[in-house]
């Protein structure tokens, strides 16, 4: 008991914190390598191509779940999951209607694309991104059609059916022991988030969201051409990279497939 003890005093937690899992599912088809290019405003990589991956990861907390990033739509394209996100809980004993929270890095659709399919889940969004996404009319300068493709998979709760909790402050302790921490992270859009997962055996593991897509861009501080902030997206790859440090961290980039091995695949956890 009390090597316990001091293993969770060593990681920040409190003595009587829950037994925390954490695990990776496949959420998105394996498309052929991609030039990365337009991931680099500064033309760093202009011969660079990448089979960039769709993860979806479910964290345990006692006997609750959190589900962050819902992946690509399983819509039957080419980057569709092969197999849906619920259906991959079923398929291991856990009703899709017993996840207690949904947190997403951020709006776009390669991680919001099931959202929908958890509408009974509490959803953790940044504010910036719920300010965004919340009006009816698209912001100046886009496209209605591309505004309503953003909006599609949050409508149950844009419209007020939905339990929503947009996140204002620098981190959100999720559980309420400091064992799984959504961390702001803006810049790649304006309420971007990464996952701070506490695990007693394991250690310290930082979900990247999309603060950085790749390793060479890690390295670099690169910045893609679409981010909505060049200055916040610097400012929180230094924060992200510094907490890892600090932390002594496994990071796990979410697109980047040399991190997949990571994890452990669903139905299997780190713990």
């Given at each position: 008991m009390g090597a316990a003890v001091g293993l969770l005093a060593l990681l920040g937690l409190p003595a009587h914190a829950a037994d925390v899992a954490l695990s990776r599912l496949d959420c998105g088809g394996a498309p052929a390598p991609q030039s990365v290019a337009a991931f680099s405003d500064t033309y760093a990589y202009p011969e660079l191509?990448?089979?960039?991956?769709?993860?979806?990861?479910?964290?345990?907390?006692?006997?609750?779940?959190?589900?962050?990033?819902?992946?690509?739509?399983?819509?039957?394209?080419?980057?569709?999951?092969?197999?849906?996100?619920?259906?991959?809980?079923?398929?291991?004993?856990?009703?899709?209607?017993?996840?207690?929270?949904?947190?997403?890095?951020?709006y776009h659709n390669d991680h919001t694309g099931q959202l929908a399919s958890l509408p009974d889940a509490t959803l953790l969004i940044g504010r910036g991104d719920w300010d965004a996404v919340r009006p009816d009319t698209p912001p100046d300068g886009m496209p209605a059609a591309d505004y309503a493709r953003r909006r599609a998979p949050l409508a149950h709760w844009t419209s007020g059916e939905g339990t929503v909790q947009p996140l204002s402050q620098p981190q959100h302790d999720v559980f309420g022991d400091g064992t799984v921490v959504m961390v702001s992270l803006p810049g790649h859009t304006p309420g971007h988030h990464g996952l701070l997962v506490k695990l007693a055996g394991q250690g310290n593991v930082l979900l990247s969201g999309d603060v950085t897509h790749f390793h060479e861009n890690y390295a670099t501080d690169g910045v893609p051409n679409w981010n909505t902030?060049?200055?916040?997206?610097?400012?929180?790859?230094?924060?992200?990279?510094?907490?890892?440090?600090?932390?002594?961290?496994?990071?796990?980039?979410q697109h980047d497939p040399r991190d997949v091995g990571k994890l452990p695949a669903f139905p299997e956890f780190a713990e």
């Open positions: 191509k990448l089979q960039l991956v769709y993860s979806c990861y479910l964290v345990r907390h006692g006997d609750r779940y959190l589900v962050w990033d819902t992946g690509q739509p399983a819509d039957g394209s080419p980057r569709a999951p092969k197999v849906a996100l619920v259906d991959q809980l079923r398929a291991a004993g856990i009703d899709p209607a017993d996840i207690d929270f949904v947190g997403l890095s951020h902030d060049r200055a916040d997206s610097l400012a929180s790859l230094d924060r992200f990279r510094k907490m890892a440090e600090h932390l002594k961290a496994t990071v796990v980039i």
